[in-house]
């Protein structure tokens, strides 16, 4: 957890104390940039701007959670890298497999902060004991985001010991893991029979209602891995992948 980031300070700076109160046209408004929603060929969404002035098209032929993310995520170019044009494709906006100094990370960490910014999320989970997807679909209803952005602002707040790891058939894709969880839960790189995220994507069963134990071994390989269990609770995401929140036991922080 770090200061009160830019996108913060832009929402309290327009007195916003309610997540339904982050009206995004609004604030474009605001920082002087026009959104208009249409279809667009081809990426997502669209900047165009001089120094003072943007325009932003965001494409509708995506999802309601997707255009929030789309336009907070311009509105993160617009702040960091003025008076450019740029044309956000799907593996642009919300690809979590680039490096942090990736100009799409920067506007990707700013859509985060905009939309979910610490200073509202924090008062949900701080009276939480235990995290599950039923929570985080409820806090994503209440900011109007998506489960997956939801559960890496949840994450980066590093109040729960927990990694995300999504898998596509082939490979896994990318993952994130909370600072206090320590670096030798390095996940595997290949999704194990004995997971039941496999079951999800190879299987097709329906996402876990709550979070199972199952053993470490399953997810992770370091010496004496057996010694452990985790929590997992998996979800598939479009593109046959599958998303999976593992909790990692207190004795395995140390
Ligand atoms: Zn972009």
Not at 46 to 61: D, E, K, P
Not at 97 to 122: C, H, K, M, T, V
């Amino acid at each position: 957890m770090s200061g009160v980031t830019a996108a913060e300070r832009l929402l309290m700076s327009l007195g916003i104390s309610q997540p339904n109160e982050i009206d995004l046209d609004a604030i474009a408004w605001h920082v002087g940039a026009l959104v208009k929603y249409r279809h667009i060929d081809n990426a997502d969404a669209t900047i165009i701007g001089s120094l003072t002035h943007a325009v932003i098209a965001v494409n509708t032929s995506t999802s309601p959670a997707r255009r929030r993310f789309s336009l907070a995520h311009e509105l993160g170019h617009w702040h960091h890298h003025r008076g450019q044009i740029l044309f956000c494709g799907a593996s642009d906006i919300g690809n979590l497999a680039g490096g942090p100094l990736d100009p799409e990370r920067q506007a990707d960490a700013f859509a985060s902060d905009l939309i979910l910014p610490s200073y509202l999320i924090r008062p949900y989970i701080n009276k939480l004991k235990k995290l599950t997807l039923a929570f985080v679909r409820d806090v994503a209803n209440e900011f109007n985001t998506s489960t997956t952005a939801t559960l890496i602002k949840i994450l980066n707040e590093d109040r729960f010991p927990i990694l995300l790891v999504c898998h596509g058939k082939n490979k896994r894709r990318w993952f994130r893991r909370a600072q206090m969880v320590p670096d030798w839960w390095f996940p595997r790189e290949d999704l194990d029979a004995d997971s039941f995220a496999f079951g999800i994507l190879h299987a097709g069963n329906g996402e876990d209602t709550f979070p199972r134990k199952n053993g470490a071994g399953a997810w992770f390989e370091f010496r004496n891995v057996d010694r452990y269990e985790v929590l997992e609770q998996s979800f598939p995401l479009p593109n046959d992948e599958v998303l999976t929140v593992l909790t990692v036991p207190e004795e395995g922080l140390g």
